[in-house]
T-cell receptor, first 113, second 115 residues
């Protein structure tokens, strides 16, 4: 079974500052890793995903994440955030053989002017 | 791109009645869909996996007789909350995926309020 831990429930940051949202996972098998964003009263939208290959993954809206197998982490980063990035961000993991995806508790990114 | 649509987006029902939420994949076939429940400021809790043409697989602690799932076609799954109570009030989200590791496409979500 897999599990996901998002270490920060809320991350306040000023506009144009860099941000890192942390995610650690545990699994006894190979996994796929995802980051999703949720805006208020909406479903989730994929930001990026790691399936295999390069450990640095680039996604939409200027986000990127790095898969670190030894530290079982998949932290999300953006070098300069905008007010519009204010949302809930979910890290997720699934095993490579199945569909079932487990979500972390979420991190609320709040960008201040 | 692929789109998953949920209907209704908001529904209010009286305690004791049943309410149905539909989840449709609009431009792709989804053999597997998922139903989640999300409480305010919390993560998504997987309720069940809906498989086309077969019974849904429920997560531990989810009452299958209360949350009826039907996946009658490759583009439609329905969640029926039976004998709804105020504690069933929540945000319900469906999703569909075309294969392991592929992007999960989420519906817009449905707010259920039981009064």
């Amino acid at each position: 079974a897999q599990s996901v831990t998002q270490l920060d429930s809320q991350v306040p940051v000023f506009e144009e500052a860099p941000v890192e949202l942390r995610c650690n996972y545990s699994s006894s098998v190979s996994v796929y890793l995802f980051w999703y964003v949720q805006y208020p009263n909406q479903g989730l939208q994929l930001l990026l995903k790691y399936l295999s290959g390069s450990t640095l993954v680039k996604g939409i809206n200027g986000f990127e994440a790095e898969f670190n197998k030894s530290q079982t982490s998949f932290h999300l980063r953006k070098p300069s955030v905008h007010i519009s990035d204010t949302a809930e961000y979910f890290c997720a993991v699934s095993d490579t053989g199945g569909f079932k995806t487990i979500f972390g508790a979420g991190t609320r990114l709040f960008v201040k002017a | 791109g692929a789109v998953v649509s949920q209907h209704p987006s908001r529904v209010i029902c009286k305690s004791g009645t049943s309410v149905k939420i539909e989840c449709r994949s609009l431009d792709f076939q989804a053999t597997t869909m998922f139903w989640y429940r999300q409480f305010p400021k919390q993560s998504l809790m997987l309720m069940a996996t809906s498989n086309e043409g077969s019974k849904a697989t429920y997560e531990q602690g989810v009452e299958k007789d209360k949350f009826l799932i039907n996946h009658a076609s490759l583009t439609l799954s329905t969640l029926t909350v039976t004998s709804a109570h105020p504690e069933d009030s929540s945000f319900y989200i469906c999703s569909a995926q075309t294969g392991p590791g592929n992007t999960i496409y989420f519906g817009e979500g449905s707010w259920l309020t039981v009064v």
